[in-house]
């Protein structure tokens, strides 16, 4: 039986791997340039993202759907995501194009940092399910 943390772990996956396809679809969400948030692709014209961008998106997607495999693979996806994206969030600050690499301004950093938040709550305050003890 699946845990709620789990649960949460599938549907964060499949959201991660559908925001990566609405990324792709954006205009010129398939280039790799430009990484300047101003000047960017944007999914659904809030958004910034280029080919990295959208590419990350898939791999959390994917760690995800693994993840909630587990209990433990799903509290360590929440915890340790939830860590990256508040560290994203903060680059946002720093460096709105990613170093040259991703946008991560814009729009993004709030985005970013909700989903920090959010993960590292599922992830620091899951709980196992009780199982019942064997007669």
């Known amino acids: 039986m699946n845990s709620t943390i789990q ?3 599938a549907v964060f996956g499949v959201v991660f791997i559908l925001v990566a396809l609405v990324g792709f679809l954006a ?6 340039q430009p ?5 960017a692709a944007k999914a659904l014209g809030i958004f910034p993202v280029n ?9 959390f997607g994917a760690w995800g759907l693994t993840a909630s ?5 799903s509290k360590q996806f929440f915890t340790v995501a939830g860590v990256i994206y508040i560290v994203l969030t903060i680059l946002g ?9 991703v946008p ?8 970013h940092c909700l989903l920090g938040v959010v993960m590292l709550a599922i992830g620091y ?7 019942p003890a064997a007669a």
């Open 69 to 73: 495999r587990s209990w433990g693979g």
């Open 51 to 59: 080919l990295l961008h959208n590419i990350v998106h898939l791999l």
């Open 104 to 111: 991560l301004g814009g729009s993004d950093i709030w985005l």
């Open 35 to 39: 990484t300047d948030p101003a000047l």
């Open 7 to 9: 649960k949460l772990a």
């Open 125 to 131: 305050t899951a709980k196992p399910s009780a199982t």
């Open 27 to 32: 205009k010129g969400g398939m280039a790799m």
């Open 93 to 101: 600050f720093l460096s709105p194009s990613g170093f040259g690499l």
